[in-house]
């Protein structure tokens, strides 16, 4: 069973590979018609970059660490503020700029939990 769930894992991967490298080929298709960039593109290419990086570490560590999954977050909501921002409101605006801060925060607690700057390294 165990096996069989590691090749499923495995052919998930693959498959999520293989869509994000088609997703890429269109965005950058679709910049070519438009014959420009604009931020927006920028960034969801960087998250295109993350998914690619969490592809590649999954694959060689057979697990992913939390901070990936958050970096992809932080670049989604900041995408989802440049492309929404114009039609958004005070408030809503807001409300995503305290999300990316709360992201932000959990990722540096996260890298710094083991720090040994502040102590906090495992214990042997």
Do not use: C
Request: aromatic share 8%; charged share 20%.
């Amino acid at each position: 069973m165990e096996k069989f769930v590691k090749n499923l894992q495995l052919l998930v991967l693959i498959l999520i590979l293989i869509s994000t490298i088609v997703a890429i080929g269109l965005e950058v298709k679709t910049m070519i018609e438009n014959g420009s960039v604009s931020l927006a593109d920028l960034l969801l290419m960087f998250l295109y970059l993350e998914v690619l990086a969490m592809i590649r570490v999954f694959w060689a560590e057979q697990s992913i660490n939390i901070t990936l999954p958050l970096f992809i977050a932080i670049t989604a909501l900041a995408r989802f503020i440049i492309l929404q921002g114009k039609e958004m409101d005070a408030t809503q605006l807001m409300y995503e700029a305290l999300a990316i801060v709360f992201i932000a925060v959990a990722i540096v607690i996260l890298r710094l939990r083991h720090s040994k700057k502040l102590g906090l390294e495992k214990k042997k």
